[in-house]
């Protein structure tokens, strides 16, 4: 690692950092290193991971980290949802333009390889795609249901597991969870998808009595998402039987692909926090081509 940046600092050093100094830095500065964090972007490396916050819209900054970088013909990993869910068509002209690959697989379903396995199938024998994306909304869904706890007292534990988003609202009102279907759509549909496409709903909303009516029937809700074969899109609190495929628990995820050949595809796993983010990081640094 050549580089490392933070809000308002970086590392940079082309003989290599030491990221546990940095971050022992970070503990006592604030920062991880004394440098401007715009020269991480300057600096002498041969992939750029972003991992900055997930923002709406024009996705800033990691989309302008990202342009630099494709620019430079670097590789791209990314973890931050917003440039390939908002800015997906700009993101791969600027790949196409130059040498560099971007890989996304962190941006959905964390650890699991949802990203990976639709390229190994071929996006083209893949017609739909739903599932539970959102480890937080899982989270206050499954422990809503199993403890009676209330709702803001199920959040705060969620955010203190490190796998509620920098800003909540966008794990409970569903924009997570839609960004990640808007992903998925991109790379089933070779593009033209953001968050305006997908027509979403949260779980703000579902009251505990709810839970509990529910499962007085065998039942339970889950935040799903889905990418129909229409190609529309849309996120929202749906009833599913306690055994189903679909009621994953906790911080998991599941994603269900319909597939032509292999029929319907079930992959299930930790959906969310930082050791299971970096997990799918790496796998992605792993399948880079040498520059
Ligand atoms: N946590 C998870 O389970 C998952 C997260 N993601 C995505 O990964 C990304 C990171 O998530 P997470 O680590 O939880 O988020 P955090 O909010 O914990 O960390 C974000 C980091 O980005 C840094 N940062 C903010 N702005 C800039 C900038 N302009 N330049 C350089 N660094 C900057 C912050 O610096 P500082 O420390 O100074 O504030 C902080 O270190 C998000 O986009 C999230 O959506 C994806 C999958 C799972
Ligand atoms: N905040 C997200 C992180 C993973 O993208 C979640 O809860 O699923």
Same mark, same amino acid.
């Not at 940079?12 to 503990?27: F, R, S």
């Not at 900055?52 to 494709?70: M, R």
């Not at 600027?94 to 697989?105: I, K, M, N, P, Q």
């Given at each position: 690692?050549?580089?490392?940046?933070?809000?308002?600092?970086?590392?940079?050093? !082309? /003989?290599?950092? /030491?990221?546990?100094?940095?971050?022992?830095?970070? *503990?006592r500065v604030g920062s991880v290193g004394e440098a401007d964090a715009a020269a991480a972007l300057g600096a002498d490396y041969d992939c750029?991971? *972003? !991992?900055?916050?997930? @923002?709406?819209? /024009?996705?800033?900054?990691?989309?302008?980290?990202? *342009? !630099?970088?494709?620019?430079r013909d670097r590789h791209v990993v990314l973890a931050n949802k917003g440039p390939v869910a908002e800015r997906y068509d700009d993101v791969m002209a600027?790949?196409?333009?130059?040498?560099?690959?971007?890989?996304?697989?962190a941006t959905v379903g964390g650890a699991i390889p949802v990203?990976? @396995?639709?390229?190994?199938?071929?996006?083209?024998?893949?017609?739909a795609a739903r599932g539970v994306l959102n480890g937080t909304a899982n989270f206050v869904l499954s422990r809503m249901a199993a403890e009676g706890l209330g709702y803001e007292h199920v959040l705060a534990e969620a955010q203190d597991l490190g796998v509620a988003e920098a800003d909540p609202t966008f794990d409970v009102?569903?924009? /997570?969870?839609?960004?990640?279907?808007?992903?998925?759509?991109?790379?089933?549909?070779?593009?033209?998808?953001s968050l305006d496409d997908v027509d979403v709903q949260g779980i703000r909303d579902v009251p505990s009595s709810a839970l509990e009516l529910a499962a007085e029937d065998g039942r339970t809700v889950r935040l799903i998402g889905e990418v129909t074969a229409d190609g529309d899109v849309r996120v929202g609190p749906r009833l599913v039987t306690e055994h189903d495929t679909?009621?994953?628990?906790?911080?998991?995820?599941?994603?269900?692909?319909? @597939?032509?050949?292999?029929?319907?595809?079930?992959?299930?796993?930790?959906?969310?926090?930082?050791? *299971?983010?970096?997990?799918?990081?790496?796998?992605?640094?792993?399948?880079l081509p040498e520059r």
């Open positions: 690692m050549t580089a490392f940046a933070d809000s308002t600092g970086a590392a940079v050093d !082309a /003989d290599g950092i /030491d990221a546990e100094a940095a971050l022992e830095h970070k *503990e750029l991971v *972003e !991992a900055t916050p997930t @923002t709406l819209g /024009d996705a800033h900054p990691g989309f302008e980290h990202v *342009e !630099a970088a494709l620019e600027l790949a196409d333009a130059g040498a560099g690959e971007v890989r996304f697989e990203i990976a @396995t639709i390229e190994g199938m071929d996006p083209s024998h893949v017609t009102d569903g924009t /997570d969870a839609a960004l990640k279907c808007a992903i998925l759509a991109n790379v089933l549909h070779g593009g033209g998808y679909l009621a994953v628990t906790g911080t998991q995820n599941i994603v269900q692909l319909e @597939t032509t050949n292999a029929g319907r595809l079930n992959i299930s796993g930790r959906g969310a926090g930082g050791p *299971e983010t970096a997990s799918a990081v790496l796998a992605d640094v792993g399948r």
